[in-house]
């Protein structure tokens, strides 16, 4: 490092409120310092006053651990708003059906702006606060007709929280590599430019998407997440503990465990400091 100063970025676990052993495992990783940020659905079923006050004792011992809402908008998650729209059984639309009906403008966005607005509400009623920052359940705040919503929710209830993009700091061959990370790349652009203008501020930078099905080593991917990005870029990890509630809600369980495994890991502060990165 030859003396440099680390470059200070946020390793942030999605997801909390999913369920208890996904809390279980975010709370311990905050204690022991191997993360700095977090972001909660409060449309989730491990979201009540115990969770949450489990999640405020492990952040209130680290110096600088950011708490911020998961906006969700797809199943198998319920709207707190009545009269949400389109909905599937009495949940929120797949995200395929609702990436599409935002590609092919055939969402309401007074609907949507009526939902987010809701749950920032209901995070500030949680947490007796506004979120340090606002982010996505699969990145729906990047979608046509979303993302607009989104800022104007921001703008409103949480003036002074970041918001998340999701374009990434690389080369356009890597980028033509990786399709799924190619999609987040377009509509992150987009959603800069209107935060840019909303006046809100973004993480310069972000890493962390890959393919969960494949069951890759998580610590070579969190190596590549950590070259090259910037000062205040943003990691999204997805550690966490199988139980019931969550087999039963999302398909990525056991590589929860893994990402938990090694960010708890002795090998994980020395890759962090190997690249010249801290938490601090």
């Not at 389109?86 to 935002?102: Q, R, V």
């Not at 992150?188 to 930078?205: H, L, V």
Request: charged share 20%; hydrophobic share 45%; proline share 6%.
């Amino acid at each position: 490092m030859n003396g440099a100063t680390p470059r200070r970025i946020w390793l942030c676990a999605d997801d909390y409120g999913i369920s208890p052993g996904v809390n279980r495992a975010i709370c311990d990783l905050i204690e022991r310092g191997r993360l700095n940020a977090t972001s909660a659905m409060v449309v989730g079923p491990a979201i009540g006053r115990a969770d949450v006050a489990g999640l405020q004792r492990a952040a209130a011992g680290s110096p600088r651990c950011a708490i911020g809402l998961h906006v969700t908008l797809t199943a198998p998650f319920r709207p707190l708003t009545m009269y949400f729209r389109p909905l599937d059984g009495g949940m929120f639309p797949s995200f395929a059906k609702f990436l599409h009906a935002g590609l092919t403008r055939r969402l309401d966005p007074e609907i949507i702006h009526a939902e987010l607005k809701m749950q920032l509400a209901a995070f500030g009623e949680l947490f007796g606060r506004a979120p340090d920052f606002v982010d996505g359940h699969q990145h729906v705040q990047l979608y046509p007709q979303v993302r607009d919503a989104f800022l104007a929710a921001v703008k409103e209830a949480a003036p002074s929280a970041w918001v998340r993009q999701c374009g990434r700091n690389v080369s356009l061959i890597e980028r033509l590599m990786a399709r799924k990370a190619l999609l987040l790349d377009v509509m992150s652009a987009q959603f800069r430019r209107r935060a840019s203008r909303a006046g809100i501020a973004f993480n310069p930078a972000f890493a962390g998407a890959y393919d969960f099905t494949k069951q890759p080593d998580f610590g070579a991917l969190m190596g590549r997440f950590l070259n090259g990005l910037p000062e205040h870029g943003v990691i999204m990890c997805h550690p966490g503990f199988v139980d019931d509630a969550l087999t039963g809600l999302d398909p990525l369980t056991r590589q929860r465990e893994r990402e938990h495994a090694f960010l708890g890991s002795e090998a994980f502060p020395q890759l962090l400091a190997a690249n010249g990165v801290t938490l601090g």
